[in-house]
């Protein structure tokens, strides 16, 4: 399916990890992890440096093989590497993936064209629209401020519209606005039936957004359970400080 239009989502409604580890080396950066996410839920992957978040988060977007267990998305195996599951899957990670000296029109309507659209130049304009940043598309990317950035570089990932959105640390670096704009396209995605995993060590800024947390440290899945009011006294509680 191209950017043009809509993947349907029947039969992409779940995510299910099972019992997954992965190791480098001797090193077990995840452990034993089981956990299930559906559509219409942002799922919180909320833990110190170094308890496995952004690992989780490259396997569920076939960036890294499990060492054992099992990722099944819409009933099919995750770690296939299969492109039809692929093409369902938006990631946002560190690297934001775009090209400062191209203008933020040009930098989407490459990467719409990568991912097959038809009509690349309207579905940049469209997520441009979306970002907030339509009448800053002839700028060049290097001219804009990190929150801006951030912003352009998460329509890249959700130009194929996909029904997996796999964002990690989303907010740091950002200004309140910022934040604000990215809260709510997180909310709008889960609104149309996207599957959201959000991995962040922002307890203030998970609060209010996810509707779901599993808690990690040193690999190990510490809960998972709905998103509650007052994330932080159960951080303390389920972390023990």
């Known amino acids: 399916m191209t950017a043009d239009g809509e993947h349907g989502s029947v ?3 779940r995510v299910a990890v099972e019992d997954v580890s992965r190791h480098f080396g001797r090193r077990r950066a995840v452990s034993r992890v089981t956990f299930q996410v559906g559509r219409g839920q942002i799922l919180g992957l909320l833990g110190p440096n170094g308890a496995g978040k952004s690992t ?12 054992s267990g099992s990722i099944r998305f819409g009933g099919r195996d995750l770690t296939t590497g299969d492109d039809s599951l692929r093409a369902r899957i938006g990631v946002l990670g560190h690297d934001l993936f775009l090209y400062p000296e191209l203008t933020a029109g040009e ?7 990568l991912y097959g659209s038809t009509d690349a130049d309207g579905a940049a304009r469209r997520a441009l629209e979306r970002a907030g940043l339509i009448d800053r598309a002839d700028d060049l990317v290097s001219s804009f401020s990190r ?8 329509e890249r990932a959700l130009l194929h519209r996909p029904r997996l959105v796999l964002l990690d640390e989303p907010f740091t670096g950002l200004d309140d ?7 709510d396209r997180v909310r709008q995605l889960a609104s149309t039936g996207a599957i959201v995993v959000l991995a962040t060590h922002d307890l203030d800024l ?17 809960s998972d359970e709905p998103a509650s009011p007052g994330l932080r006294a159960r951080y303390r509680a389920v972390m023990g400080h």
């Open 56 to 67: 989780l988060l490259a396997m569920l977007g076939t960036l890294l093989r499990p060492t």
């Open 11 to 13: 039969g992409f409604d």
């Open 206 to 222: 998970a609060d209010g957004l996810v509707t779901r947390v599993a808690l990690l440290r040193d690999g190990r899945l510490l």
């Open 147 to 154: 929150g801006m950035r951030q912003r352009l570089a998460l």
């Open 177 to 183: 606005r910022s934040v604000g704009s990215v809260s």
């Open 107 to 113: 930098n989407l309507s490459f990467f719409a064209a």
